[in-house]
């Protein structure tokens, strides 16, 4: 009977550890409807962005990316739109603040997103 409590508490463990390190093995950005997210850990990946494919893709440079196409994809949006939408101009801001350390408004930032925005090789 003990040996029986002493399996199940060894399963539920490892049921609660797959759990945990599943939510914590990505994470994630979101601007709008434009949502990147990367591994905490380093990855495989296929990409142009690889010297040779298959590469190992670092969690940092990851991050980096995924940032990257977010602020891209919101920057285009808010052109579009001709920077009207001050919700999505200030996340904008927001995250463009915290990626480069840098305050700046978010028409500056995107217009000019080349000079910032350079997107890391992976291996």
């Not at 296929?46 to 990257?68: D, G, K, M, Y």
Request: charged residues 20%; hydrophobic residues 40%; aromatic residues 8%.
């Amino acid at each position: 009977m003990r040996t029986i409590y002493l399996l199940a508490v060894i399963a539920v463990i490892l049921v609660v550890s797959f759990v945990y390190g599943s939510t914590i093995s990505e994470q994630c950005v979101a601007i709008d409807e434009f949502k990147g997210c990367w591994k905490t850990i380093s990855v495989t990946v296929t990409s142009e962005l690889c010297p040779q494919s298959p590469c190992v893709a670092r969690p940092e440079t990851q991050q980096h990316n995924a940032i990257i196409d977010v602020l891209l994809n919101s920057c285009q949006k808010a052109r579009n739109n001709n920077y009207a939408d001050t919700k999505l101009n200030a996340r904008i801001e927001e995250v463009a603040a915290i990626f480069t350390g840098y305050q700046i408004d978010s028409r500056t930032f995107c217009e000019q997103p080349g000079l910032i925005l350079t997107k890391r090789r992976y291996g």
